[in-house]
């Protein structure tokens, strides 16, 4: 990795660091890093945006089923940690770019299932 990229992602954990800055603060940088590099010029449906976290996710199972070799972008991360993130990232986009409070809704949906029984009442893995 050339040392200016390995600059700029020092420089990113400075800024996005999830011990710092709520869930809320990082979905606003990553859309507003989206916006400003045109990824919304366009409009996008729903769907199109869903399929992109699914895609993602495809490609972290590619990286498991590589045996989860070094990420070639973002070292010292393996590939499935760059396409988790990338997951993530898509998800926080799109929520954001829907005005969903998604920081709120884990928060809600994490005290609901402290409340439901074991493996949901017997659901099988």
């Known amino acids: 990795m050339p040392n200016r990229d390995r600059k700029q992602l020092e420089q990113l954990g400075k800024v996005v660091s999830p011990s710092v800055i709520s869930i809320a603060e990082i979905q606003k940088q990553i859309h507003q890093t989206a916006v400003d590099h045109g ?3 366009k409009p996008r449906s729903d769907g199109e945006c869903l399929m992109l ?3 993602e996710l495809s490609e972290a199972m590619e990286g498991y089923r590589d045996g989860n070799p ?3 972008k ?3 991360f ?3 940690e760059e396409e988790l993130a990338d997951v993530i990232i898509r998800i926080l986009d799109f ?3 829907r005005g969903f409070e998604i920081e709120k809704a884990i928060a809600a949906k994490m005290a609901y299932n402290t409340t439901r029984a074991y493996r ?3 659901k099988v893995a």
């Open 53 to 55: 976290m699914v895609c």
């Open 95 to 97: 929520a954001e770019h």
């Open 70 to 72: 070094h990420s070639d």
């Open 74 to 76: 973002i070292a010292p």
């Open 39 to 41: 990824w919304w010029d």
């Open 120 to 122: 949901h009442g017997g």
């Open 78 to 80: 393996s590939q499935m």
